[in-house]
């Protein structure tokens, strides 16, 4: 029996909601077999506001990982999370090139979700001038986004519009810029951008707080249904369901957070 395998380069969110965590049961819902290649470790302080602890991994540890499932055993699809360092950055870069990963998605971490500046600027622009032109898709969110094209944070559908075609040009073969619920819109709109026409990817609204580690899960979901030999917009329509069912059956981790629940799709028939 042979399982479509996965890799995340990413980093671990001890609370578990997010990171590694989020990609490993998102591939393991969607049917693939999930592998790491470790970058950070974020804990969290329960003493101080659950203020966010990053750990890196040196990178001759993270060459080691890469080379053991790159080198050692081969994927269908892998994505990035947090990376950390240009260091990190550039090492992903010459594997990524090294092994030939042509379904690569690039979710360009900048920031833990709750913040809305970047922590390091000058790591941000590497990202996007050193990884984003070799991914197949990459997923910002409408910060990353405006990071990314260089532009103030969009504010409308058109503003997502002009920040993909932006982003796009770097290089990817696929944008998707996730508006999530704000835009003003009445739904939850993402945008797909392919380098001719734009797709609006909608679902209904979710009044909820307790989002952590969606973005991770949302990403992971393309990877693995890519994984599976799906198309790209078939890939992005099945994540937007999976991360929609996420969402509805998330839940409260704590007085500060509350997480998406993984296993939600695998409960109910995918939508049509």
Known sequence: ???????????????????????????????????VSLTTIVAQDPDNDWFH????????????????????????????????SKEVIEMVAKKIDEHQIEQLVVDPVMVCKGADEPV????????????????????????????????SLPQSLEDMKAAAEKI?????????????????????????YDGNSFEYIESEKINTDYT???????????????????????AIHTAKQFIQASIQESFRLNEHVGSVNHTAYRHRAPQS
């Open 212 to 234: 952590h580690g969606a973005g991770c899960t949302f990403s992971a979901a393309i990877t693995a249904e890519l994984a599976n030999g799906k198309s790209v917009r078939e």
């Open 1 to 35: 029996m042979s399982i479509p395998k996965t890799l995340t380069i990413a980093g671990s969110d001890t609370s578990g909601g997010a990171g590694i965590q989020a990609d490993l049961k998102t591939f393991q819902e969607l049917g693939t077999y999930g592998m």
């Open 120 to 151: 390091n600027p000058e790591m941000d622009a590497y990202l996007r001038d050193t990884l984003v032109p070799k991914a197949f898709i990459v997923t910002p969110n409408l910060f990353e986004a405006s990071q990314l094209a260089q532009v």
């Open 53 to 84: 602890r990053v750990y890196p991994i040196d990178t001759a540890t993270l060459e080691a990982q890469l080379d053991t499932v790159l080198k050692g055993i081969g994927v269908q699809a892998a994505k990035t999370g947090m990376l950390g």
């Open 168 to 192: 796009y040009q770097l290089g990817p073969s696929f944008v998707i810029v996730k508006g999530g619920a704000d835009t003003g819109a009445e739904k939850s709109i993402d945008v797909l």
